[in-house]
């Protein structure tokens, strides 16, 4: 069984870091703030390794890819220091994810970004600095919301002993992004 848990292809934001680093332009359109009601929405049918960290690496990659978006879009200081805050812990979240895939000796892919979380992420990047900012607080309040529920049932509910705990310490860092995202305009 451990054998077979070895060879399971997980994915995992292994990559995140330099998936990151893919700025090229997006098509230039209209913001559709519509869509951003959409994003990332966790599909906690079931809580194995697989769909934890498929669902947690995407996530990552969002609150990082559409941090360093408005980074490059707001002049709100306290919007900036929130996007560079989330750059900074999302990247940890994922380290903390890789380490213990590592340690159950699970395989890793690169995360993806859902459909909704890609046309969000071009929409703040096409956006005026005024519509991304909004579009981007909107998005980070949906994407945290579903990153708490995630980690919390992983936690609870999870299989594999190393990602469980994981997600217990992650699961804390999200409400206090939460909390952060209160204090913010649009709350």
Known sequence: MARMKGNLLIVLPVALVAACGDQSPATPEAP???????????????VDDASYLAQAGGGDRFEIESSRAILAKTEDGAVKDFARKMVEAHTASTEKLKAAAAKANLNV????????QDVTLKSIRSASAADATATYLQAQRKAHADALTLHRTYAEQGKTPALKTAAGEIAPVVEEHIQMLDKLPGA
């Open 32 to 46: 559709d703030t519509e869509l951003t009601e959409a994003v990332a929405e966790p599909i906690i049918e079931g």
């Open 109 to 116: 892919t690169p995360p993806a970004l859902t459909p909704e």
